[in-house]
């Protein structure tokens, strides 16, 4: 359940991103720049933010340490991307507001869980 609004909070964030021309990603693909983040947004960011919820749930301590963990660790792999040429930024965006921008999303996807874990979704799976 996690997936599916990671992908779409991901999939917004890197559009208006893309269109405010605030980043882009390689390879640039003309007149339709998002599609280079298409692994991402489907990929790499549902998947660590399943990884973050299933780390708060396991744990039961600090979700905001752990939503500021893994929003440093996709800045510092971004950072990497930026290192090897694989990401730009431009209109004044840099690493600081990667990092707010990755929390955001993050926070919103936590929000999300927690909106389904009040309303009982999780029950039947937390009691096998």
């Known amino acids: 359940m996690i997936v ?5 909070v991901s999939a917004l964030i890197n559009d208006v991103g893309y269109h405010l021309g605030f980043w882009d990603f390689t390879p640039k693909i003309d007149n ?11 990929g790499l960011y549902p998947v660590m933010a399943s990884f973050m919820i299933y780390w708060i749930v396991r744990s039961k301590r600090w979700p905001w340490l752990k939503i500021a963990c893994i929003s440093l660790f996709n800045t510092v792999l971004e950072f990497i991307a930026l290192m090897f040429g694989k990401a730009e930024y431009g209109n004044g965006w840099n690493i600081g507001l990667t990092f707010v921008s ?12 927690k909106l389904l874990d009040k309303y009982g979704f999780f029950d039947k799976v937390k009691t096998h």
Do not use: K, N, Q
């Open 4 to 8: 599916p609004i990671a992908a779409t």
């Open 32 to 42: 339709d720049e998002t599609l280079s983040a298409l692994p991402l947004d489907l």
């Open 102 to 113: 990755y929390a955001v999303a993050l926070i919103l996807v936590y929000l999300y869980y």
